[in-house]
Antibody, heavy 120, light 106 residues
């Protein structure tokens, strides 16, 4: 059964770059049927889509974050990654990675989430 | 950007009640709408996709309807385990979530 697991630092300093990795197990990230995405949730608030990537490397991002976001894929490691630059306290959130099948265009499998705090 | 507006933002109901949540899109999104359930401390769970299709394994008391700009999510008979926050999400143009509806037991 497919599982996703986020990993990365739980604390990032303001103005630095947040880097997270999502490891996919129980299935291949290279399947042509799926997109892979990042979603975040600030404490006590709602969900915000950050961006998505196809195994080929094509990406699309939330326009409000686009200037600071890079999502990449490493098919050899069955992983995809998120980099968010110039972070501020407003980027403090639980970050989720998720799978999005092209057939239903919904996030059907999610990681457990990882809390990232931006603080000096 | 497409804005998604959910109502109400919070809701209190009794076990066995019929519960309805609405989601309005700022422009026509056809049926490109999904619904998720999120329990405290957990990742969201997909319940409904393409406005009205029940995800595999989701109880049939959950349903969705609508198209264009107006959508409805219904729990036909509220169960204690349904206490959660519910989100709609459009994918007609990129991806946007509604602000969520927090459901509590009365």
């Amino acid at each position: 059964q497919l599982q996703l697991q986020e990993s990365g630092p739980g604390l990032v300093k303001p103005s630095e770059t947040l880097s997270l990795t999502c490891t996919v197990s129980g299935g291949s990230i290279s399947s042509s049927s799926y997109y892979w995405g990042w979603i975040r949730q600030p404490p006590g608030k709602g969900l915000e889509w950050i961006g998505s990537i196809y195994y080929s490397g094509s990406t699309y991002y939330n326009p409000s974050l686009k200037s600071r976001v890079t999502i990449s894929v490493d098919t050899s490691k069955n992983q995809f990654s998120l980099k968010l630059s110039s972070v501020t306290a407003a980027d403090t959130a639980v970050y989720y990675c998720a799978r999005r099948p092209g057939g239903i265009d919904a996030f059907d499998i999610w990681g457990q989430g990882t809390m990232v705090t931006v603080s000096s | 950007d497409i804005q998604m507006t959910q109502s109400p933002s919070s809701l209190s109901a009794s076990v066995g009640d019929r519960v309805t949540i609405t989601c309005q899109a700022s422009q026509d999104i056809s049926n490109y709408l999904n619904w998720y359930q999120q329990k405290p401390g957990k990742a969201p769970k997909l319940l409904i996709y393409d406005a009205s299709n029940l995800e595999t394994g989701v109880p049939s008391r959950f349903s969705g309807s609508g198209s264009g700009t107006d959508f409805t999510f219904t729990i036909s008979s509220l169960q204690p385990e349904d206490i959660a926050t519910y989100y709609c999400q459009q994918y007609d143009n990129l991806i946007t979530f509604g602000q969520g509806t927090r459901l509590e037991i009365k």
